[in-house]
Each structure stands twice: as structure tokens, then as C-alpha cells.
């Protein structure tokens, strides 16, 4: 169980890492400090249209939750550990 218990939080903080940081740069962007990549903006839109970014789900677990849904499970999950 620890390896399992192990394995799951590695993965979790994977992806809110890539949360911070995906979330971090659309500020930057949007205030003009950087320039806004096709990944960020692709991740933009899907934010807009209430959907996890790809970019994201390429680090989660499987869910076809709309974005608020998604971020009440993932607190949910993450309060869990």
C-alpha cells in the first residue's frame, strides 16, 4: 500500500505543478510580461469554454468533469492526503 500511496501523490504533484505554473504564465501573459504560447493559449480557451486544458489532463487522472467539477474533485482528492 505505501508504494501505491507513494505512486498517487508523486502523480498529484506532478499536476499541480503544472496547474501553479500553467496558471502563472496566463497571468503573466495576459498582463504582457511573456508571450503567450500556443499551449497557453489552447489551455485559455479551454478554460473559457469551462473545460480542463489538454495540458492538464496529460498529467491527471481520467475525468470527463467540466472544469468546476474537476477543480471541487481535485481539492477533494487533494484534502484526502
Known sequence: MNTVLTQELERFNKL???VRSSLRDIKLALKGFI???SQLEKAVRSLIDN???DMWMAKSYPSL???GSYIKNLKERLAFF
Open 16 to 18: 499541480v505543478s503544472v
Open 65 to 67: 468533469k467540466p472544469l
Open 35 to 37: 508571450l503567450m504560447s
Open 51 to 53: 473545460k480542463v486544458p
